[in-house]
């Protein structure tokens, strides 16, 4: 029984972990993107709107790894 709570936790903890490693990927992209369309002179608005939307993302994201590690 045990070995069962174990194992269901482990694979909790891998699912987390997928899920954190896929918004570091969104974030990390947008931002890229957005750097990319102020590079290349993309439309204003694309520009600000995805610039935007990445620092959002990336403020989430260490605010979610900063509360994990507090309630740890």
Same mark, same amino acid.
């Given at each position: 029984? @045990?070995?069962? &709570?174990? @194992?269901? &936790?482990?694979? +909790? =903890?891998?699912?987390?972990?997928?899920? =954190? $490693? %896929?918004? @570091? %990927?969104?974030?990390?992209?947008? !931002?890229? !993107?957005? !750097?990319?369309?102020?590079?290349?002179?993309?439309? $204003?608005?694309? %520009?600000?709107?995805?610039?935007?939307?990445?620092?959002?993302?990336?403020?989430? +994201?260490?605010? $979610?790894?900063?509360?994990?590690?507090? @309630? =740890?």
């Amino acid at each position: 029984m @045990d070995f069962q &709570s174990q @194992d269901n &936790s482990s694979k +909790r =903890q891998a699912k987390y972990n997928m899920v =954190q $490693e %896929t918004k @570091d %990927t969104i974030a990390n992209i947008t !931002t890229v !993107t957005a !750097t990319g369309s102020v590079v290349m002179g993309a439309s $204003e608005v694309l %520009t600000l709107i995805l610039l935007i939307t990445g620092i959002v993302f990336n403020v989430v +994201r260490i605010y $979610e790894i900063k509360r994990k590690k507090k @309630d =740890q």
